[in-house]
């Protein structure tokens, strides 16, 4: 697939902004394994390759198990995660298609079980950052790191 358009060097003013949030994100407090799986699993639902690529390149690099990896994208099955990452993924998935059902009370109350009010703030953000970065990478056809790879 050929890139349609370098949005960083197309934009780079508002990009500089994105990239700063993302580096707050990075940095908020939450788990930097929860938020690999979290880039992971949004990525997933959106169809991004290229971010799905990375976040699993990552999360591999930060000690995430592959059979952990493997199963994101079927977590509800999977008994892997832990109370509080299937709270991120169940939020995740609704945040991620949230014109489909909005998010249900009970979605919400059951999330702050697991996080507080602050640490959700961070993960709706966190949600909100790696959709960006998807519909940023998907329609522009960001270059994929195998492929940039395989081209050097």
């Keep these: 697939m050929k890139q349609r358009l370098q949005f960083f060097g197309a934009a780079p003013e508002i990009m500089k902004a994105v990239s ?3 580096k707050a994100v990075d940095e908020c407090g939450l788990e930097e394994g929860l938020l690999h799986l979290v880039k992971l699993r ?3 639902i959106n169809g991004c390759s290229y971010c799905v690529e990375m976040h699993s ?4 690099r930060d000690g995430e198990t592959e059979q952990r990896l493997y199963l994101v994208s079927v977590w509800k099955e999977s ?3 832990s109370e509080r990452e299937r709270a991120a993924f169940a939020w995740t998935d609704v945040v991620t298609k949230i014109a489909d059902s909005g998010v249900p009370d ?3 109350a059951s999330t702050l079980e697991h996080f ?5 703030v961070k993960l709706s953000v966190a949600i909100g950052m790696i959709n960006t970065w998807n ?3 998907v329609p522009f056809h960001a270059i994929h790191p195998v492929a ?3 081209a050097a």
């Design 20 to 22: 700063a949030l993302n």
């Design 42 to 44: 949004a990525s997933q």
């Design 79 to 81: 008994p892997l995660f």
């Design 135 to 137: 519909r940023l990478c």
């Design 116 to 120: 507080s009010e602050e640490e959700l």
């Design 148 to 150: 940039a790879a395989k």
């Design 106 to 108: 009970d979605l919400y």
């Design 57 to 60: 390149r990552e999360a591999r």
